[in-house]
Structure formats: structure tokens, C-alpha cells
């Protein structure tokens, strides 16, 4: 297994009068003995050669990134620099960008950074940052170097947590979804909305940091997408989990502000996607937050007692994506919702009605309990977007299933991948009805397979020509075009879903005393 990127140490004779042999075609027949085919060497490369080449007496160290038909050369340095050898690889996604810093000579982790990505300030979600890229001519530039500011400071992070230059690696693996990669790359993704659904690219390849406006010296490789809405982070995941190498039916959701998923086997492949919505990541609701300090992030309701926990153990300024998951199961399985999410200002003290907005609210921190001075609550209109959001991932989930002709009960695992399901209690996440009532050693989460992809690609250049394979045999539908998928939607919208019958455990935890609850 070799990495896409490589180091050569080379100990060349010094040019003569008798050999006046360039620079470059010394180091390319060094290369060729070594069994190295179809070198390039870039001009901003060969322009370092000298004097560097004879001041270090011709013993050089030469990187060397393999793509997919050839090699080229990034970096030419003097002694030997084998033991200096780093990748990055990166999931790009809409909320998050977490970059790795990786020993390409050991394969070990180096050290990790996240932040929220600062397109953020454009829209919550992509529509939003594609609507304001079409407003006017200057916006597609802006969003594209907030991008790239973005980039800069996970490079600043890492150098400064490690010591090591990160902007001077030679390759990064960049896994993110087909709008997000136009994005980066200025193109004007209302192509990935629009029909007929063809992206201006869908396989951009390798590209030099330069090119993007980036202060990095190496190239950048972007995981190749499968569609205008199955994009890298989902071909990166496949790539990590190998389901498509596998005799059972698995399937894979990677699901968080937008919902991308996959089913199949050895066999065959079908894929979709669909706008989750921010409501997943907290981003609803007058106080809903993302997951930081202050965040609450688990809720218990015990009859009309409610406890909860918060990020950090600070003083609760919000809610994040998994508080609001186990508020709505706990509010559900305690009767103060019922099957259609509405409140029951009855069940407890809790549900106040609120005369600035007309509407009941649920209070889940009261104004002495939070950090604000004001009481924190869920209200009504919170209670119906969120049932949108997860009306949709459940039905995503169900037609793509259908489209392939299997039911729930013939996966044999079902992988979830993202920071949603990674940090959200499953229970609750079932009792809701987002994910089917399965049983629960079938469920696989997952932290974060587009990360865990884009590492396996950088450690492994034979992955190059996986990825490819792997985009000839999914079969990718548009939920757009399924003509009941709205009816479907407005059944999955009810806690956990209008046929109760296909959620026995939630039902029985109904039925049961003790759950303070035996009414549906």
C-alpha cells in the first residue's frame, strides 16, 4: 500500500562540461531507475532547481504525488527529508470542516481541527448560500474566499498545535458534497439545483493550492461525486466501509444538515439525497445552537420533572441537535406531545402559553437556570419544522428502499455516519422516527466516514481507481421525481409515525406505566 504522495532521496552527480545534462532530466532518469513512469515536474518547481540543486551537491529529496495517470513532483529539497512527510485529509462539510494531519511514513494520526465553516454567514443551508451567490456578480468570489479563510485557519491550527508546517504538505484529500466543492472552486453551483441536474463538474480531480487562492504549496484532491446530490463525503464513506465488497444489504445514511444515503451489496448499489435542513444540527427553534459550551445537549423527563446536561457543564444558553432529539422522545413518551407533536399545556407546568407568539411553548430551562436571564423553550412551531426535518430523512430512507425493492427488516446493518448521529441518543432518535425500529445491534454509528475516507485515499493511491469504479455501478435516484413522496412525507410527520405498527418498541414503551403515558 503506498501513499498518494512519496519521497525519494536522491544522491546525483554534479553536472559537467562532460554531462551537461539539465536539472530536470537528472532527476527524471534518477526517477525512471527507481521505476517511476510519466514524472512531471511543474514550472514553479523547476524554477527552485537552481541554485538549490548545487548548492546541496545534488543530494536532494524530491515528493513526488501519484494522480491517476502519471506523478508529480511538489517539492524539491536539499539532504534528505524522508522522515518529514505529511498529508491532510479533509471533510469539507456544509456546518464543519475537520482537517488530519497525517505521518504519510506511519500512517498515524497527527493531530485533528474543526471548525464551523465560514460560509455560515451566507445561509444556515446550501440553498440559501446558492441563492446569495446569484444576487450579484461579486458574491461567488466572496463566498469562494471565505472558503478558502476557512481552510487557512485549520492549516494555522495545525501548525501551531504541531510544529509542523502544515501548508507545506505535499497533498490534501478533500471529501465534501458536489455543491460544497463549487463552492471552493468559484463555480456557480445553482448547476447542482437546477435541471437537468448536471454539475459544471463532478470530478475536478487534482488541482494546486495556487489555483483555489490558497496558501498551500501542494495539490489538493477532491473525491470524485456520484451525482449533483451524491457527492465525495458519500463516495469517501463507501470507499472507508466497503459495502459495495459485501454480500448483505447494508445501508449507509450519512445525515446531518443534508441527508445522503446508500444501499446495496456486491451486487448493486442505489443511492439518493435530499435537504435534511439545518433543524438536525440545532439550527431551529428562537434558542437552538450548535453544539458548543452552554449547548444543553441530553434531556430526561421523569412525569413532569425535566433534567438535562450541557456542553462544557456551563449555565444552558441553547439547545443543540441531540438535546432536541431527546426533548421531543421524552415530551412524547411522558404524554406531553402527542402522535402529532402538539402540546398538552395539561401534562405539565412546563408547557406555557406564550402571548407574544400565540402559541405554547415547552420551557426546558427556566430564566433563573439560564445563562441569558430568560427562560429557554421549545415552542409549537419548533415542535412542527423539526417533524418536517425528520419526516423527510425517515422517508428518504423508505423510498430509496423501495426503489430497490427490499424492506427495513432485509438490511442486514444500517451505518450512520455524521455529527448528528455520532453525538444523539438512538433510542430517541427511533422513538421520534428518524431511523426505523430495527434491532438495535444492526445500527452501526459512525463518527465520521467522509474524514475516515478521505485518510484511507491519502494512505492508500490505489483508491483512485476504487472511487472511479465505484461511480460506474450506483444507481442514483431523485427524490424529486418519486410522485408520492410528499404524501409519504406527511405520514412519517406524526411521533414516531402514523402506522404505529411499524414501531413496536416505541408503542410497548407507550403502553407502559412507567413511562407516565398509556394513550397513544
Avoid at 20 to 27: A, F, T
Avoid at 100 to 128: C, F, H, P, R, W
Avoid at 173 to 188: D, E, I, P, W
Avoid at 241 to 255: P, Q, S
Wanted: glycine residues 8%.
Amino acid at each position: 500500500m503506498t501513499s498518494l504522495s512519496v519521497k525519494e532521496y536522491l544522491s546525483l552527480k554534479m553536472p559537467t562540461e562532460e554531462a551537461p545534462v539539465s536539472d530536470q532530466s537528472r532527476i527524471l532518469l534518477a526517477l525512471d531507475a527507481l521505476g517511476y513512469e510519466h514524472v512531471t515536474i511543474p514550472l514553479h518547481i523547476l524554477r527552485i532547481l537552481y541554485p538549490m540543486c548545487r548548492d546541496a551537491n545534488f543530494d536532494i529529496t524530491v515528493t513526488l504525488v501519484h494522480r491517476e495517470h502519471d506523478w508529480v513532483v511538489t517539492h524539491v529539497e536539499p539532504g534528505d527529508q524522508r522522515h518529514h512527510h505529511y498529508g491532510l485529509a479533509v471533510d469539507y462539510g456544509s456546518t464543519t470542516i475537520l482537517m488530519q494531519l497525517i505521518d504519510l511514513n506511519t500512517g498515524s494520526l497527527i493531530a485533528e481541527e474543526k471548525v464551523v465553516n465560514g460560509q455560515v454567514a451566507y445561509g444556515t443551508d446550501i440553498l440559501t448560500r446558492i441563492t446569495y451567490c446569484l444576487e450579484n456578480e461579486e458574491h461567488p468570489a466572496n463566498l469562494q474566499r471565505t472558503t478558502v479563510e476557512t481552510f487557512h485557519s485549520l492549516l494555522a491550527q495545525l501548525t501551531e498545535s504541531t510544529g509542523i508546517e502544515a501548508a507545506k504538505c505535499s497533498v490534501m484529500v478533500v471529501s465534501g458534497n458536489t455543491t460544497m466543492v463549487h463552492f471552493l472552486l468559484g463555480l456557480n453551483a445553482w448547476t447542482v439545483f437546477a435541471a437537468p441536474f448536471a454539475p459544471v463538474t463532478a470530478d475536478p480531480g487534482f488541482l494546486w493550492g495556487h489555483e483555489l487562492g490558497m496558501d498551500f504549496e501542494g495539490l489538493l484532491y477532491f473525491i470524485p461525486a456520484a451525482s449533483n446530490y451524491v457527492g465525495g463525503d458519500i463516495v469517501s464513506g463507501l470507499l472507508e466501509l466497503g459495502i459495495h465488497k459485501r454480500e448483505e444489504t447494508n445501508l449507509f445514511f450519512d445525515i446531518g444538515t443534508n441527508g445522503e444515503l446508500v444501499i446495496g451489496n456486491d451486487q448493486w448499489l442505489v443511492a439518493g439525497a435530499g435537504a435534511a435542513g439545518p433543524a438536525l444540527e440545532g439550527y431551529i427553534s428562537r434558542y437552538g445552537m450548535r453544539a458548543a459550551p452552554g449547548a444543553i445537549d441530553s434531556v430526561k423527563i421523569h412525569g413532569q420533572e425535566l433534567s438535562y446536561t450541557t456542553i462544557g457543564n456551563e449555565k444552558p444558553i441553547g439547545i443543540c441537535g441531540s438535546g432536541i432529539i431527546d426533548l421531543l422522545a421524552q415530551m412524547r413518551l411522558n404524554g406531553w406531545i402527542n402522535i402529532a407533536g402538539e402540546l398538552n399545556p395539561e401534562s405539565s407546568p412546563r408547557i406555557v402559553y406564550l402571548p407574544d407568539e400565540n402559541q405554547y411553548g415547552a420551557v426546558y430551562a427556566h430564566a433563573e437556570e439560564s445563562a441569558t436571564g430568560s427562560p429557554l423553550y421549545f415552542s409549537q412551531t419548533d415542535i412542527d419544522q423539526y417533524l418536517d426535518t425528520k419526516a423527510a430523512a425517515f422517508t428518504m430512507m423508505e423510498c430509496l428502499l423501495e426503489s430497490a425493492g427490499i424492506a427495513f427488516e432485509d438490511l442486514d446493518h444500517c451505518y450512520l455516519s455524521g455529527a448528528f448521529p455520532a453525538h444523539s441518543d438512538l433510542e430517541s432518535a427511533i422513538t421520534i422516527g428518524i431511523f426505523p425500529d430495527l434491532p438495535r445491534e444492526k445500527y452501526r454509528v459512525l463518527r465520521n466516514s467522509s474524514l475516515d475516507g478521505a485518510r484511507k485515499v491519502l494512505l492508500d493511491h490505489s483508491q483512485l481507481a476504487e472511487a472511479k469504479a465505484l461511480l460506474e455501478i450506483i444507481y442514483c435516484v431523485q427524490f424529486a421525481s418519486i410522485p408520492d413522496f410528499l404524501v409519504r412525507m406527511q405520514a412519517a410527520k406524526f411521533i414516531p409515525h402514523t402506522d404505529m405498527n411499524r414501531f413496536p418498541s416505541v408503542q410497548q414503551k407507550l403502553c407502559n406505566p412507567d413511562c407516565g403515558m398509556d394513550k397513544l
